[in-house]
């Protein structure tokens, strides 16, 4: 390094710069450029969690149990001559039989019960329909006569006499059918939610 700069200036050791004119003395080494290091921080997301569907609730908006209640409707219409009063209280149980086949899920008693009255409405709503041909060309009520003969109030005559009347005129008659049908459609109700809830019960078990 010399000891005098340019301008006769006598530099210090190890002088950088020219105190009188400011020179550089020596080449400076350039200052390496600082890398920033940043924290890089992965976010792993997290996997989707997939969370048990929650069963639909048993009533007319739930496919799978409509589908099932019209099948076992209709198979206990068909079999109404054969097994009279019991195929209604089967078809609410295996409607809830087959449910749990179709679903794996095991329907408590008031499930049961919505499932054997979804299947009682749409089993009376068949059987009506089947009797309406027999009331229109007065089967039906040839046969309610006939009911009516064998049963205790055909012993008292004014009994006889006034039912006899009332079928006689076709207001009493459309009357009684309707009245007639309107039991009939309870009765059936009743029944297949009474077997809807048996069902539940029994099979809720296993």
Not at 138 to 146: K, P, S, V, Y
């Amino acid at each position: 390094m010399p000891e005098f700069c340019t301008c006769g200036a006598q530099l210090p050791p190890d002088a950088l710069f020219c105190h009188k004119c400011g020179k550089p003395q020596r080449e400076i080494a350039g200052v390496a450029p600082v890398e920033e290091v940043t924290d890089r921080i992965e976010i792993h997301s997290a996997p989707p969690v997939f969370q048990a569907a929650t069963p639909l609730r048993v009533d007319f908006r739930n496919p799978v149990a409509v589908r099932i209640a019209l099948l076992l409707a209709v198979s206990a219409t068909v079999l109404t001559a054969f097994l009279p009063f019991l195929n209604w209280l089967a078809a609410g149980f295996f409607a809830v039989f087959f449910y749990r086949r179709k679903t794996g899920v095991r329907l408590n008693v008031g499930a049961g019960v919505r499932l054997g009255w979804i299947t009682g409405i749409l089993a009376s709503a068949a059987f009506v329909l089947t009797q309406i041909p027999g009331a229109l060309n007065g089967q039906l009520a040839n046969t309610i006569r006939q009911q009516l003969h064998n049963s205790p109030f055909q012993q008292d005559p004014n009994v006889t006499r006034q039912v006899s009347e009332l079928l006689a005129s076709s207001s009493g008659l459309a009357f009684f059918l309707v009245f007639t049908l309107a039991a009939l459609f309870l009765m059936i109700t009743c029944l297949a939610m009474a077997g809807g809830a048996l069902g539940a019960k029994l099979t809720g078990r296993s």
